[in-house]
């Protein structure tokens, strides 16, 4: 929040995060009865020490749910060629429900071609290209560990969003263009009017200050000032940077001072990220043990 004082409501995501993990535990319970140790496998290429740092937390929140974490670490040097042998051996392992591979990657390597050798049930960042058209068809199949995290958020804090004008800034693949198709869809906590714009609009801010949910999704630190928002909206910060392991966020605090309610800088959305992966990961397992 703002150091000059805020009447805007705070939407953490931590005890939303908490809920989802609640849920996937029993998951994980029920599969260990019926004999099934889940297995979310990990993959990092290159020694970038935030990516190792991240990989630890994935796998340290997996052993506390129950799963097992199956990882490969390759070196910086690693050819392409390596890259999909590795994927190609997860996919093949039966014992294997989810998959991640650590981004981003070194820049010789191309993480949409190894995106596309996963098994699309196995991805649990839910971001394959046949998982994309399973969202924009209204399939079941894993989501988009962001976008998810957000509706989920919004859920939980009882934010309408049903029949309302959602405004999204930003078109990337893995947040803005999914969370249109998703909170688009007929669902009591989607089923809105979605507009997306992005900063190839020179008269953006037209869009976002009409919007009564506004996402920040451009990853352009501090696009959103307390002037391109509607009094009493709901601002929902999705799109950061970083600089190193500072946290830049799209939206800045003093936007508090206009919002009905917001997004802290640090604890909305991330803590949602991580948990919907650990939910896709779980369901992953609930279907291949024919739970799901």
Same mark, same amino acid.
């Given at each position: ?15 939303v *995060?908490e809920?989802v993990?609640a849920?996937v ?9 019926a004999?099934?140790?889940p297995a ?11 990516s190792a740092?991240?990989?630890?937390i994935?796998?340290? +929140?997996a052993?506390?749910l129950?799963f097992?974490?199956p990882?490969?670490h390759?070196p !910086?040097s ?6 999909h042998r590795v994927l190609e051996?997860?996919?093949a @392992?039966?014992?294997v ?10 820049a010789h390597?191309d993480?949409?071609?190894?995106? +596309?050798v996963l098994?699309p049930d196995? @991805? ?6 046949v /998982?994309?058209?399973r969202?924009a068809l209204?399939?079941p199949g894993?989501l988009?560990c ?7 958020l919004l *859920?939980?804090?009882?934010v ?6 959602? =405004?999204?800034?930003?078109r990337?693949a893995t947040l803005?263009?999914?969370?249109a198709?998703?909170?688009a +869809?007929k ?5 809105a !009017?979605?507009? =997306?714009v992005h900063t190839g609009?020179?008269?953006?801010p037209?869009?976002?200050r009409?919007?009564?949910i506004?996402v920040?999704?451009a990853g352009?630190p501090g696009?959103i000032?307390p002037?391109?928002v509607r009094?009493?909206? =709901?601002?929902?910060g999705?799109g950061v940077r970083?600089?190193?392991r500072?946290?830049?966020? @799209?939206v800045?605090e003093s936007?508090?001072?206009v919002?009905g309610a917001?997004?802290?800088?640090v ?6 990220t991580?948990a919907?992966l650990?939910? /896709?990961? =779980?369901? !992953?397992? +609930?279907r291949a043990?024919g739970?799901?």
């Amino acid at each position: 929040m703002s150091s000059t004082g805020s009447t805007a409501r705070i939407l953490a995501g931590k005890p939303v *995060a908490e809920q989802v993990l609640a849920e996937v535990a029993e998951g994980v319970l029920a599969l260990r009865a019926a004999g099934v140790t889940p297995a979310l496998a990990t993959v990092l290429v290159g020694d970038d020490d935030a990516s190792a740092g991240y990989i630890r937390i994935k796998q340290r +929140q997996a052993a506390e749910l129950g799963f097992s974490s199956p990882h490969v670490h390759l070196p !910086a040097s690693a050819s392409q060629a390596d890259l999909h042998r590795v994927l190609e051996d997860f996919n093949a @392992d039966k014992d294997v429900h989810g998959v991640l591979v650590q981004h981003p990657i070194p820049a010789h390597l191309d993480y949409d071609r190894a995106l +596309q050798v996963l098994d699309p049930d196995k @991805d649990v960042d839910g971001m394959h290209p046949v /998982n994309m058209g399973r969202l924009a068809l209204g399939l079941p199949g894993p989501l988009p560990c962001t976008p998810a995290g957000i509706e989920a958020l919004l *859920a939980f804090h009882g934010v309408p969003v049903s029949g309302r004008e959602v =405004v999204i800034l930003g078109r990337g693949a893995t947040l803005g263009r999914p969370l249109a198709m998703l909170l688009a +869809q007929k669902r009591p906590t989607a089923n809105a !009017a979605v507009t =997306v714009v992005h900063t190839g609009v020179a008269d953006w801010p037209r869009y976002t200050r009409r919007a009564e949910i506004l996402v920040a999704a451009a990853g352009v630190p501090g696009i959103i000032q307390p002037e391109h928002v509607r009094p009493g909206a =709901v601002v929902v910060g999705g799109g950061v940077r970083y600089e190193g392991r500072r946290l830049l966020p @799209d939206v800045d605090e003093s936007c508090a001072e206009v919002a009905g309610a917001i997004t802290p800088r640090v604890g909305g959305v991330g803590p949602t990220t991580v948990a919907m992966l650990f939910r /896709n990961a =779980v369901r !992953a397992a +609930q279907r291949a043990a024919g739970m799901g």
